[in-house]
């Protein structure tokens, strides 16, 4: 409800002005202070960041999968042949490798007395696979070989320095001539790092003139970009000292680097139109700021909550690293809302009423209003007779969003049909979508993992690149039976769908556990490696024992990803579930309205499953991939789903939260719900409308990274956001508030009771309705 008290000397009634309100006016008043403040975080977080800040590294573990317990047994028995391996590919096409035999020993010495190394295999001398296809380590030719060196810890979690020591290690070998690659984690450690400053730089580039088009005014185009930069820095300054504490994914920077840039400039753009719109209504600079502190201000509040509960739902994986993901995408979320909310008003401050002094074109802020037919325009522009000008001027205007809105409200089953059939033709590749790992040979053929790919298939195939280490621990099987038990074993690995070949099986020195190495037919992120590493641990392993007390695993970098796809695909459901309902119930508690929180919740799912859609298209199915700097088609990587869902669902949320902030104002002032909606078009199209267009542009410029599940994201949520803005906002919203009508404001008693009363615009500053008449009864 509105507090009114009588002002001094006078009958109008002033507005008690809430915390938000307040804060908003007081940073725009203290203007100095706050940027201050603000460009102080900034230097301290990087300085502090830079001295105790940690790395990222892709280093992580699921315990209780049987790829995690087949790597603790072997640790336990056989340390040497355990841990994390990798591949160093040496490749001569002029001469065998055997004349390097002695740069070869050199080299493998170097390499195990490298921290972390548990062991390292010369290929000259080591015994090749026979019965078989040749699968190394010395190819058939000797013009190629790999030396399996197996570490303790991930490589990719070691630091970019370690690689000195390795590149030092192989010298001899590179300066006898032989082409020296790295292959497995070792190459992802080789990597060039991420640059994202070119991404930014276009993004920023696009975002520039989306608003000078949109908006004309410099100042106002600046504003956001320059918020936006200074909160994201400080986020990730933040991010960095978390990383040293516990261990993120190297994406986790660009990820949360892309989501602050994208919620950032939306909200400051959201507060910088309506504040401009105050200006031009008649409110000095001060209040200004205020009124849009507590009316967009409000609802950037709730959509950063809706973007971080959906982030934070990413924990119930029950995976660290995705949960981790989640909380580095939040971190700027955090600052962006911080910044929305203290440094755009005071930024806003700064500026006073100069932020249109520099424009390209006649500034304009939310619209260009003229008076309805027959209607007395009060002494300003969008001020009534004996009240402060305001913002809030009700539905009067009749500009063209307002006049598609009618349309709409004629043939809403046309527009919700044309919705429905555009989304369910772009998400019907969804159906489609195969899961796994990306695999090296989607990479660039400037890094070294790919060209050591491409040498490991060429001469040992496709499988070389992801063996399996079998396991069979019979520590608790009797000496007496062992014998047996090895022979059962072996006839049951003799023939195995799917697997070029399968070495003989070899005891640990201390004779407790059993290791064979098997090499699929095809790539590691085939499908046929995923059927047959679930072949092997479900059938081929337990029946190879079947009647003894041992036990069995598949372990090794293939099948802990095959084992982290199948838990993060069996919890995608509790994910989507969790999601929508804790936003359901923002959007209910927000909005009273049941049926206006089921359409958000539908809707959204909706455009998520469209965007799914045209990932697959691009990624899995080729239409476009090359063209990306993919090579060949690629699976959908495992947890790209569960983050995309996460993040575009709290970013749908951002623009279905002012879309209807502002049909949900305008039903209160007049209790006209399609005038509503067609106010709600007018009062919202332009800011919108730039907004989204320059989230897209933000995610579509980290589609030139070089890192293929960043190229996902960026397109997944570019293309996500272009469908809310389109297709729901346009199509799809309008025609269903139109059907619903007066019901999409319906709660019932008991439960309006049991919810937590969220104001989404700001009733401290919100006027009372007043008659216009043309309400519908």
Same mark, same amino acid.
């Given at each position: 409800?509105?507090?009114?008290q009588p002002?001094h ?8 002005a809430?915390?938000l ?5 007081w ?13 102080? *975080?900034l ?8 001295a105790?800040?940690g790395?990222?590294? @892709?280093?992580?573990?699921?315990p209780?999968t049987?790829?995690q317990?087949g790597? #603790?047994? !072997?640790?336990k028995?056989?340390?040497s042949?355990?841990g994390y391996s990798?591949q ?5 096409a #002029? ?5 390097l ?10 390499l195990?007395?490298l921290? @972390?190394?548990l ?5 000259l ?11 190394g380590?010395? /190819? ?5 070989a790999?030396?399996?060196v197996?570490?303790? %810890? ?7 320095g370690?690689? @000195?020591g ?15 690659e ?9 990597r060039? +790092?991420?640059?994202d400053?070119?991404?930014e730089?276009?993004?920023f580039?696009?975002?520039?003139l ?5 908006f004309?005014?410099?100042?106002a185009? &600046? ?7 200074i909160?994201?820095?400080c986020?990730?300054g ?8 516990t261990t =993120?994914a190297?994406?986790?920077p660009?990820?949360?680097?892309m989501i ?12 910088v139109?309506?504040?401009r719109?105050? &200006?031009?209504d ?10 849009a502190?507590a009316?967009?201000?409000?609802a950037?509040?709730?959509?950063g909550?809706t973007?971080?509960i959906a982030?934070?739902?990413l924990?119930v994986s ?15 979320v ?5 910044g929305?909310?203290t440094?755009v ?8 009423r100069y932020?249109?002094r520099?424009?390209?074109r ?9 008076? %309805? ?5 009060g002494p %300003?522009?969008?001020?009534?007779p ?5 913002a ?7 500009g063209t ?13 046309? $527009?919700l049909?044309?919705g429905?059939?555009?989304?369910a033709?772009?998400a ?5 979508i195969?899961?796994?790992h990306i695999?090296?040979?989607a990479?660039p053929?400037s890094?070294? #993992?790919r060209?050591?790919?491409d040498?490991?298939?060429?001469? =040992?195939?496709?499988?070389?690149n992801?063996?399996l280490?079998?396991v069979?621990?019979?520590? %608790? ?9 090895e022979s ?6 003799a +023939?195995?769908p799917d697997a ?10 201390d ?24 072949h !092997? ?5 337990p029946?190879a024992?079947?009647g003894?007390?041992a036990d ?7 099948a802990?990803?095959v084992?982290?796809? @199948?838990?993060?695909s ?9 999601v929508?309902?804790?936003? =359901? ?5 927000? $909005? ?10 539908l809707?959204n799912?909706?455009s998520? *499953?469209a965007?799914?859609?045209?990932v697959?298209?691009v =990624? ?9 700097g993919v090579?060949? #088609? ?11 869902f996460a993040?575009?669902?709290? !970013? ?9 902030t ?7 002032a007049?209790?006209d719900?399609?005038? /509503?909606?067609?106010? *709600? ?19 579509a410029?980290f589609?030139?990274s070089d ?5 996902m994201?960026? !397109?997944?949520?570019?293309? /996500?956001?272009l ?9 799809l ?16 008693r008991w ?11 700001g009733?401290?500053?919100?006027e009372?309705p007043v ?6 009864k």
């Amino acid at each position: 409800m509105s507090h009114q008290q009588p002002a001094h000397g006078s009958g109008t009634p002033v507005r008690r002005a809430g915390v938000l309100h307040a804060t908003g006016s007081w940073c725009a008043r203290h203007f100095v202070v706050v940027i201050v403040l603000w460009i102080a *975080a900034l230097v301290a977080l990087q300085a502090v960041q830079h001295a105790y800040g940690g790395d990222y590294s @892709d280093n992580f573990a699921i315990p209780g999968t049987q790829s995690q317990d087949g790597l #603790d047994v !072997l640790e336990k028995h056989a340390p040497s042949a355990g841990g994390y391996s990798s591949q160093v590919v040496v490749h001569d096409a #002029d001469k065998p490798l055997s004349g390097l035999s002695s740069q070869m020993s050199t080299v493998v010495g170097s390499l195990q007395k490298l921290p @972390d190394v548990l062991s390292a295999q010369n290929p000259l001398t080591a015994p090749s696979s026979t019965g078989g296809p040749d699968v190394g380590p010395l /190819s058939a030719d000797g013009k190629t070989a790999y030396i399996t060196v197996r570490f303790s %810890e991930q490589p990719s979690s070691l630091g970019s320095g370690y690689l @000195d020591g390795v590149d030092s290690a192989v010298r001899p070998l590179r300066s006898a001539g032989a082409e020296v690659e790295y292959g497995g984690s070792l190459g992802e450690l080789a990597r060039p +790092k991420a640059n994202d400053r070119v991404s930014e730089a276009i993004g920023f580039g696009v975002a520039v003139l989306v608003l000078l088009i949109g908006f004309g005014s410099l100042l106002a185009a &600046l504003l956001p970009l320059i918020t936006a930069l200074i909160c994201v820095v400080c986020g990730l300054g933040l991010l960095g000292l978390l990383a040293a504490a516990t261990t =993120f994914a190297t994406v986790s920077p660009t990820l949360a680097t892309m989501i602050g840039l994208g919620v950032g400039i939306d909200y400051a753009l959201f507060l910088v139109t309506r504040h401009r719109q105050n &200006l031009m209504d008649g409110r000095d600079p001060v209040a200004a700021a205020g009124a849009a502190t507590a009316t967009s201000g409000r609802a950037v509040l709730l959509s950063g909550c809706t973007v971080i509960i959906a982030l934070c739902g990413l924990w119930v994986s029950g995976i660290g690293f995705i949960g981790k993901l989640g909380v580095a995408a939040a971190v700027t979320v955090v600052t962006a809302v911080l910044g929305a909310l203290t440094l755009v008003p005071a930024m806003l401050g700064l500026t006073g009423r100069y932020i249109d002094r520099i424009h390209v074109r006649k500034p304009v802020a939310e619209v260009e209003p003229g008076p %309805e037919p027959g209607a007395e325009p009060g002494p %300003e522009r969008g001020a009534r007779p004996g009240r402060e000008p305001t913002a809030e001027r009700g539905p009067t205007t009749h500009g063209t969003w307002h006049r598609y809105a009618q349309r709409v409200e004629r043939r809403p089953w046309w $527009f919700l049909a044309a919705g429905v059939v555009v989304l369910a033709v772009l998400a019907f590749p969804v159906f489609f979508i195969q899961l796994g790992h990306i695999g090296d040979g989607a990479d660039p053929k400037s890094f070294t #993992d790919r060209r050591a790919y491409d040498l490991m298939s060429t001469a =040992f195939g496709p499988g070389s690149n992801g063996p399996l280490t079998l396991v069979i621990d019979q520590s %608790e099987v009797p000496q007496s039976d062992r014998s047996a038990l090895e022979s059962q074993a072996q006839q049951s690995l003799a +023939k195995v769908p799917d697997a070029a070949f399968i070495t003989p099986l070899t005891a640990t020195q201390d004779g407790d556990v059993l290791t064979a190495t098997a090499y699929s037919v095809a790539a590691p992120q085939d499908e046929r490696t995923t059927s047959l590493v679930n072949h !092997l641990s479900d059938d081929v392993l337990p029946a190879a024992v079947h009647g003894t007390a041992a036990d069995t695993y598949v372990t090794g970098t293939t099948a802990g990803q095959v084992d982290f796809l @199948d838990i993060v695909s069996s919890r995608l459901p509790l994910i989507i579930a969790v999601v929508v309902g804790l936003a =359901f119930l923002v959007i209910l508690a927000v $909005f009273r309205g049941l049926l206006v929180a089921v359409k958000a919740a539908l809707l959204n799912v909706l455009s998520i *499953a469209a965007s799914y859609g045209v990932v697959v298209a691009v =990624f899995q199915w080729g239409w476009g991939g090359p063209a990306l700097g993919v090579s060949g #088609d690629v699976p959908i990587e495992s947890y790209v789903p569960m983050m995309m869902f996460a993040i575009v669902f709290g !970013l749908s949320m951002d623009y279905e939260i002012f879309l209807l902030t502002r049909i949900h104002e305008a039903w209160l002032a007049t209790n006209d719900p399609r005038a /509503s909606v067609a106010h *709600a078009l007018e009062i919202t199209a332009r800011v919108i409308t730039c907004a989204a267009l320059i989230m897209v542009s933000v995610f579509a410029a980290f589609i030139i990274s070089d890192n293929i599940v960043v190229k996902m994201l960026g !397109l997944g949520l570019a293309v /996500s956001v272009l469908i809310d803005a389109t297709v729901v906002r346009l199509l799809l919203v309008p025609a269903v508030m139109t059907l619903l009508g007066r019901a999409a404001w319906w709660t019932p008693r008991w439960l309006d009771r049991v919810l937590p009363h969220l104001d989404a615009e700001g009733s401290e500053n919100r006027e009372p309705p007043v008659a216009t008449g043309r309400h519908r009864k």
